[in-house]
């Protein structure tokens, strides 16, 4: 009889041992438990109870299983139809895992791997980000690119990463995802490809808890607010903003546009752009005094459609007008000769064949511009925008950091983006970099 108890109580035991080992590790593959804490209510209001969630968890062996699916997919045609790209980029963790199964599968299609830094304030809001390190890729390898993330949700970073690779001359991108979320009403648009699709909002292998996203709750939509108010920036007391003129559809299309195009118009999407720079400007500074203006048409359109919404004089000034490019106006990038636009890129010294500009005649007018700036008693005291272009915008960066070393081709300066110069002390200084897109605020 004890033999026999004993041998109950072992084999019980071992069937628990069992049942318990299966439930955790299932427990463990498929959910994390999370806990909402209960925020402050206003006086009247009943108080909120905390929330227990299951999250769904997504287990390594189905994540490789649906990369492989989706890339033999591919590979063979059987999807709509045959994509074969010329570079993979993945974004983030997730992108970078999936892209190489990708790049694996598809006769080692060469793979990049880009990611963003996130910033936030001191109360732990995010408030913009940066990319972590320029994007430079072989012309001949943005033919055809396969833009990879390991899940996909309202679209957005997608987009601006498209947009990203778009400003540096890809042709064709497609976007590709390993989990495609569905349902949510604020999807910019449907990926190309995906792996597998569901409704809920899966925890990825590549994600610790503190990675879930909170942005579906109305209760954090604050957190997406970017306002110049968080970063607590000096006022336009002392400095001025500088800007290079919004979209126009050269600049859509990659080409080359210089002083040698002076009625290109910025297009719909500039005087979108141009609009929600005035409102930004109206809300964070107030009311403009002056703006200071490259003659040409896109940065006069430019000015005119932000002084609509922030008001402001506008005076010309040729000192801001563009470099002139020579034999290479309204090309487009990719018709450039290789060896003329390596040079180019390479060496900011390089005079553009038929160009009447040098760089050091462009520092000339950029530093004559600033000096002007800095002694003067216009950006003491005013609110003050100057809108130029890329080339001229770039060398003024460059003048005003002191890295006459750094290429300043190398320094981003992209449509509608703002830079505050701040002047103190008989120098000047630029403590942020600004995108104001779609009516949202990424500061770098």
């Known amino acids: 009889m004890i033999i026999e108890g004993i041998i109950e109580n072992l084999a019980a035991s071992a069937i628990g041992a069992i049942f318990l080992y299966i439930a955790s590790k299932l427990l463990n593959d498929w959910f994390y438990i999370g806990f909402r804490i209960p925020q402050k209510t206003k006086k009247g209001e009943k108080e909120k109870k905390s929330v227990i969630k299951l999250y769904r968890r997504f287990p390594w062996r189905h994540a490789y299983k649906y990369a492989k699916n989706t890339a033999e997919t591919m590979k063979n045609g059987t999807a709509e139809e045959l994509y074969e790209p010329t570079i993979i980029v993945g974004i983030g963790r997730g992108g970078a895992i999936y892209g190489s199964i990708f790049s694996y599968y598809m006769k080692e299609t060469p793979l990049l791997a880009l990611d963003r830094k996130y910033l936030y304030d001191e109360q732990g809001k995010r408030i913009g980000e940066d990319w972590y390190y320029p994007i430079n890729i072989p012309k001949e390898l943005l033919q055809k690119v396969l833009l990879v993330a390991g899940e996909y949700h309202s679209g957005k970073t997608m987009q601006q990463f498209k947009q990203r690779l778009i400003g540096i001359g890809a042709k064709e991108i497609r976007t590709c995802v390993l989990y495609y979320q569905t349902g949510l009403s604020n999807q910019i648009e449907v990926p190309d490809y995906y792996g597998i699709t569901s409704k809920h909002d899966y925890l990825m292998p590549w994600q610790e808890k503190q990675f879930l996203r909170t942005w579906k709750d109305s209760n954090d939509a604050k957190v997406r607010e970017y306002t110049l108010k968080s970063l607590e920036m000096e006022s336009l007391k002392d400095g001025f903003f500088l800007m290079r003129h919004a979209q126009t559809d050269a600049n859509a299309q990659d080409r080359f546009i210089g002083s040698g195009s002076p009625n290109e118009p910025i297009n719909t999407r500039g005087r979108i752009e141009a609009r929600n720079v005035g409102k930004f400007l109206q809300e964070t500074v107030g009311s403009l005094d002056i703006i200071y203006c490259s003659p040409m048409r896109r940065c006069l359109d430019t000015a005119r459609e932000i002084q609509s919404v922030a008001g402001g004089k506008i005076e010309e000034d040729e000192r801001l007008i563009e470099a002139n490019y020579g034999s290479w106006e309204g090309v487009n990038r990719v018709d450039i000769p290789k060896e003329e636009h390596e040079k180019y890129v390479n060496d900011q010294n390089y005079i553009i064949p038929g160009s009447t500009d040098t760089f050091l005649t462009l520092q ?69 970099y600004i995108k104001v897109l779609d009516g949202e605020i990424v500061v770098n």
């Open 364 to 432: 000339g007018r950029a530093n004559s511009f600033l000096e002007e700036m800095l002694h003067s008693q216009t950006a003491h005291g005013k609110r003050v925008l100057v809108v130029t272009h890329k080339s001229l915008g770039r060398i003024m960066v460059q003048s005003i950091e002191n890295k006459e070393h750094q290429h300043f081709r190398s320094i981003p300066m992209e449509n509608a983006s703002l830079r505050k110069v701040v002047i103190k002390d008989q120098s000047m200084s630029i403590p942020y």
